[in-house]
């Protein structure tokens, strides 16, 4: 299975992916899934959130803006999706900064992602280790995760992926890194939880080859990220740029952004 397949199959299927994400990042994430060739709903109340998991190819659930309601629509969406067989992906933005959030992260890790998708800072500390992370923005490199990574990956036998200059991703076993994008993405909000949807849409399309899809979608953001810096006059022009180069992405350009850990 090729990259550029996986992309293909994605833009002909156009699976439906269930987003619980952040406020900031909503509307983003919604327009860089429709840009990729995915089918995005933006839906958290605990009242409507299981029921939708099962109609969804894949739920993604990302603890930003989180409340306890929210949490209560999470719980929801990632037990249906574990239910009805559907992969989802965790992305526990800044869950080390306050005691609400490392708690909601620990009870949603109990409930077995497929994928667990953020920063150094935050994938550092989620294995347990030191980080210097401040709020939402990394304050670690991928390198100095790495091994954090691979021993979460091990514990939680999700698919561990952290993302910065170059990206780092592993089941445990095997790991590729992931090259490209560009500087500007950490200075455009909800870039990381965008990606996190877009993880949503390929392990949707293979879901029983979760790293290969979780690259695919690294490698998209890799590659638009890079060409979206060419042209960009700064993070404002960079945003929509990047948008529309998803929506142009060649999928042969994949395979080059990728290469053995
Ligand atoms: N210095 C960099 N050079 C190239 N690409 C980068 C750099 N920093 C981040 N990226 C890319 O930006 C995207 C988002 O990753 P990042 O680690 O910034 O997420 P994040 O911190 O969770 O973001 P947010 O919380 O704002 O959504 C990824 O595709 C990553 O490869
Ligand atoms: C800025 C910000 N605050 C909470 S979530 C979010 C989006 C980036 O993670
Ligand atoms: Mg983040």
Known sequence: MTYAALLDQLRRESPLVHCITNYVAMNFAANVLLAAGASPAMVHAPEEAGEFARIAGAVT???GTLSSHWLEGMRAAAEAANESGKPWVLD??????????????EELLALRPTVIRGNASEIMALAGNASSGRGVDSGDS???????????????????AIT???DFV???RDALR???GSALMPKVTAMGCALTCLIGGFVAVA???????????????????????QQAAGPGSFAWRFIDALAALDGNTLQAQVMPA
């Open 207 to 229: 879901p029983a080859s979760p790293l290969i899809a979780t690259a695919s979608a690294l490698a998209c953001f890799g590659v638009a990220g890079s060409q979206a810096a």
């Open 92 to 105: 526990p933005v800044a869950h080390f900064a306050t005691t609400f959030r490392s708690k909601a992260v």
């Open 164 to 166: 910065g200059e170059v």
């Open 142 to 160: 991928v390198e100095r995760a790495e091994a954090s990574a691979t021993s979460l990956a091990q514990r939680t036998r999700a698919v561990v």
């Open 178 to 180: 992931i090259a490209g």
């Open 170 to 172: 592993t089941d445990g």
């Open 61 to 63: 659930i990302n603890i």
